[in-house]
């Protein structure tokens, strides 16, 4: 069974773009509410955080998950970008989930179908034991529904060395596509095959550790029907 790729719907009140966020290519394509964003930022579990520093500019692939209005990620302490990001330092952090390829009767004409989500600021460390605790083991229900109940939990020696950092989902753009392919009329008499190939996340089977012996949760007997 594969995952679903709707879109939460529109609210009726969206967020105000920034000069940063305003979407201007395809702006047809832009969504600027909460629900669109929150939605797809739900069914990631990567985002690519981009950055510059004294040695350039980089774009690294975070573990995230979502609380109310922000965005979580985590890293150890020593990290140089977890000491970059407690600076303060302007970042953008992107999403994508690619849901099909439109092919059209005309090479430039075909597309993608997908959903985006870019958001800008800063990072705020999350500075209280209690929290910082609270929003990893948030991460762990992100992985799996009840997978914290489950497991040992960190150590205070594991927190201690863990710093955990959120941004704000207030200055973002969301652009999404759906739909067929867009052809000019002088193509229409074309002969190619014109569609969509439809891309989709789909779980598998879960495979257990050869030297498991628990018995096997609920949420990971419902993992691939999900």
């Known amino acids: ?38 939605a797809i930022v739900d069914a990631a579990y990567v985002c690519h955080l981009a950055f510059a520093d004294e040695k350039g500019t980089h774009c690294i692939p975070m573990a995230c998950w979502r609380e109310g209005e922000h965005l979580y990620i985590h890293a150890s302490n020593g990290s140089r970008l977890m000491k970059h990001l407690c600076k303060g330092t302007q970042v953008c952090i992107t999403i994508t989930h690619i849901d099909g390829l439109v092919l059209a009767r005309s090479a ?90 439809p891309i989709a996340s789909q779980r598998l089977a879960p495979q257990p550790d050869p030297l498991c012996t628990a018995p096997t949760p609920q949420y990971v007997q419902d993992w691939a029907g999900a």
């Open 108 to 197: 430039f004409n075909h597309s993608m179908n997908y959903r985006s989500a870019m958001v800008y600021g800063q990072f705020e460390r999350v500075e209280s034991d209690a929290a910082k605790r609270a929003s990893l083991e948030a991460f762990m229900d992100k992985l799996a529904v009840g997978r914290q109940a489950e497991i040992r939990a960190g150590n205070d020696k594991e927190y201690a060395a863990t710093t955990v950092l959120r941004i704000a989902l207030t200055e973002a753009a969301c652009k999404v596509r759906e739909g067929g392919a867009v052809d000019d009329a002088d193509d229409m008499g074309s002969t190619a095959w014109v569609g969509v190939l």
């Open 1 to 38: 069974m594969t995952e679903t790729t709707h879109i939460a719907p529109a609210s009726d009140v969206p967020m105000a773009p920034s000069d940063r966020t305003r979407v201007r290519r395809v702006a047809e394509n832009a969504r600027y509410d909460a629900a669109t964003l929150y």
